[in-house]
């Protein structure tokens, strides 16, 4: 029972890590947005000691403004797709809390699902991410080459599909052993 204590543990900490990253990335989509109307707003006309931010952003940053433009998209796409799997974790974590118990059908197949949008969650973020880039280079020259992203959630996602038929295993073969009545055969 000391293991499945530790487990339940974990399971409080990743529920409350994907409410924690799901604010996150609420206030950095609220950012990324800001962010693209504050430039387009008033990026020549706000001035700190006769030196525009623009200006400011392009020295210090390297990053011309439809760059900056197309970073900003990029972000706020990213913020919205990790906002949602957030939620996905959140609600599986709140589920296995609810059973008391990582061995369920159902939480098997809640962290089979999580294993799959975390592969395609961001692998497909990163494809739009690259075509919308790739697009608004060809109609707006200048837009230099962004660092979209790599894929370290893949690995992840990976991880969490082969811990689902663990789980799947286990509760299988707990369902095997308690009968009908649920009493231990």
């Known amino acids: 029972m000391n293991t499945l204590k530790t487990i339940q543990t974990l399971a ?17 989509f609220c950012g990324c947005i800001v962010g693209i109307v504050s430039l387009s707003l008033g990026a020549e006309t706000f001035k700190l000691g006769g030196v525009t931010i623009h200006s400011m952003i392009e020295s210090e940053a ?7 433009y197309a970073s900003m998209a990029v972000g706020l796409l990213f913020c919205a ?3 949602v799997l957030s939620k996905f974790a959140e609600a599986y974590f ?3 809390l609810a059973d008391g118990d990582p061995f369920t059908l159902r939480g098997a197949k809640e962290l ?17 991410c690259s075509i919308g880039v ?25 991880m969490m599909i082969v811990l689902s038929l663990f789980c799947r295993y286990g509760a299988e073969r707990n369902e095997g052993k308690t009968g009908e009545c649920g009493q231990t055969q």
């Open 62 to 68: 390297g990053m011309n403004l439809p760059t900056l």
């Open 134 to 158: 790739a697009i608004a280079d060809n109609m707006v020259p200048g837009i230099d080459k962004l660092s979209i992203g790599e894929f370290p959630s893949v690995g992840l996602g990976v």
């Open 94 to 96: 709140k589920h296995e």
């Open 112 to 128: 089979l699902r999580l294993g799959i949008l975390t592969v395609a969650i961001p692998l497909g973020t990163v494809i739009v």
């Open 12 to 28: 409080k900490i990743g529920k409350v890590f994907s409410k924690i990253i799901f604010v996150c990335c609420i206030v950095g």
């Open 81 to 83: 797709a990790e906002a």
